[in-house]
């Protein structure tokens, strides 16, 4: 469809950095420019214009029950926009008379609650079940995805169109001067494990920690990522460990590449990924990679990297220390990597983006 005029949730771009805000801001520019005659009005925080240059930009109401729910729909109705697109996952509560498409990136709140924090009611009792049950269109960003929203939601998978995340073109392997100028610059050791991602429970870094302490010629660990909730046992840990343990809180994005590039391993031991980024980032930029064996990480690796029980410190120790001294292996995760990495592009999320949008009209008009 043409000239489509559509609204977005932009509440995702108060942490740009986190991983709905990288996923607006990706995809929003992406789909820019595959329709670029359809036009896109995104309600965000005070700043996230910046974020957005290809869209008309407003400012979300700051009241969070009376304005996002109440206010903004209004102003919604007032635009009479062809459709509403929640990169967020949501839904305000009150009518926007337009079809609607949301995309849900993961449920982990709903199969674990200790992993996050405590008094969000509103949120999981209501908004994003009254969202899922809702919307048109719901946009799953893995098969996990998919299945934990109709086991937990019992919507039809009908409903549920899957759109994998994208990966940045600026994640490619760097020639040796690059790496060694990036190494000079960042102040990296020479041997590190990397680690990229938020500080708290259900990214499972305790159990890499361990795995890592019981290493013989055990390489430095890099952690990339900031202090999320109920951290404070792992900060404890990880100061118990040592000097060849490095933790950077904040990290300019554009960095981001080098560091993996520079890394001999990316591990991601996590519980719960809806889908989980940084590993296809880590093999787009040829870093052998192991994850764990939970949730969509097996489904988004697909064969191209090790795989290990969430649960094991020792298995993870084993894994971490076949990969670094069996240069073969470490040769063919990259390859695969690389390969694997290679079919996840954001022009490709923005094609299959637009076809649940143009889906959710068409269900509307449908007689």
Not at 222 to 238: D, F
Request: charged letters at 25%; glycine letters at 6%.
């Amino acid at each position: 469809m043409t000239g489509l005029r559509v609204v977005v949730d932009g509440s995702g771009l108060e942490r740009s950095r986190a991983g709905v805000g990288v996923y607006t801001t990706q995809i929003l520019h992406a789909m820019a420019v595959d329709r670029p005659d359809c036009r896109l009005t995104v309600f965000g925080p005070p700043g996230g214009f910046v974020h957005v240059p290809d869209a008309t930009y407003r400012l979300l109401p700051q009241r969070r029950l009376v304005g996002r729910h109440l206010q903004w729909p209004a102003e919604i109705r007032r635009l009479d926009p062809s459709v509403y697109f929640g990169p967020a996952g949501a839904l305000p509560l009150g009518k926007l008379g337009c079809p609607t498409v949301i995309t849900v990136h993961d449920l982990a709140i709903y199969r674990n609650p200790r992993w996050f924090p405590p008094r969000q009611p509103l949120s999981t009792r209501l908004v994003v079940p009254r969202s899922v049950l809702r919307a048109d269109v719901v946009i799953a960003v893995s098969e996990n995805t998919a299945r934990d929203i109709v086991e937990i939601f019992g919507i039809d998978r009908g409903r549920i169109q899957v759109v994998a995340h994208g990966v940045s073109q600026q994640l490619q392997p760097m020639s040796a001067d690059e790496r060694a100028d990036a190494r000079a610059r960042l102040r990296l050791p020479e041997r590190f494990i990397l680690f990229v991602g938020t500080v708290e429970p259900r990214k499972n870094l305790e159990t890499l920690l361990d795995a890592w302490a019981m290493m013989r010629d055990r390489p430095d660990l890099v952690v990339v990522g900031s202090w999320g909730w109920l951290y404070e046992p792992i900060r404890a840990k990880m100061a118990r460990l040592g000097p060849h343990l490095h933790h950077l809180d904040s990290v300019d994005p554009d960095e981001l590449p080098a560091i993996y590039n520079l890394a001999r391993i990316l591990a991601h031991p996590a519980w719960y990924e809806g889908f989980g980024l940084p590993p296809l980032e880590a093999m787009a930029c040829g870093t052998p990679v192991v994850v764990s064996d939970r949730s969509s990480l097996p489904e988004v690796v697909d064969g191209a990297a090790m795989i290990v029980p969430a649960d094991q410190p020792d298995a993870w120790r084993e894994a971490l220390e076949r990969v670094m001294a069996d240069t073969q292996l470490a040769a063919d995760l990259r390859h695969r990597g690389i390969l694997r990495a290679a079919e996840f592009n954001w022009a490709r999320a923005a094609t299959l983006t637009w076809r649940a949008i143009d889906d959710a009209i068409s269900s509307r008009a449908a007689p």
